[in-house]
């Protein structure tokens, strides 16, 4: 989203980024979506928020080496674009927990059923279930086409 040699933001990135997951939220509000229960969603989003924790501290650590690489220079294409990865991977690990806090706090709004069974997650819950969520989808898809254009600098 943000181009760390000059700090600008992307126009389109904002409007991918912000414009999809707010269109998708507003599609699931007004149709009526609802979770059937948050669990599942809370264990593979914190698992998944862990694993991108995982990953800036190796976006880190390979950050330094390529630093002191002589063949490839701390300001080279590559250096350049591990550092926009390294501030793509932060970003969506702060995603990650803003989406695990929502979707922990969509299933605390619930209470049981009549029968017993759990209720499903109303539908502004669910709004923002989505909105999180695929803001979080799209930011890993970012972190993905750094990485390719990474590998594609090294074959070259």
């Not at 995982?54 to 590559?78: E, H, K, M, T, Y």
């Amino acid at each position: 989203m943000t181009d760390v040699r000059s700090g600008d933001y992307r126009r389109r990135d904002l409007l991918v980024f912000l414009g999809m997951p707010l269109g998708l939220a507003a599609v699931s509000v007004f149709c009526g979506g609802e979770l059937p229960s948050a669990g599942d969603l809370i264990q593979g989003v914190s698992i998944l928020t862990g694993l991108l924790f995982a990953l800036v501290i190796f976006v880190f650590q390979l950050r330094l080496q390529v630093g002191s690489d002589d063949r490839i220079g701390p300001v080279s294409r590559i250096a350049i674009l591990i550092d926009e990865l390294f501030a793509n991977v932060l970003y969506a690990v702060v995603v990650g927990l803003v989406t695990t806090a929502i979707v922990v706090l969509a299933g605390a709004s619930v209470g049981p059923e009549s029968d017993g069974d759990a209720a499903s997650v109303n539908r502004w819950w669910t709004g923002g279930v989505v909105l999180t969520c695929s803001h979080l989808l799209l930011t890993i898809a970012m972190c993905l086409k750094r990485t390719r254009a990474a590998y594609a600098d090294l074959k070259a």
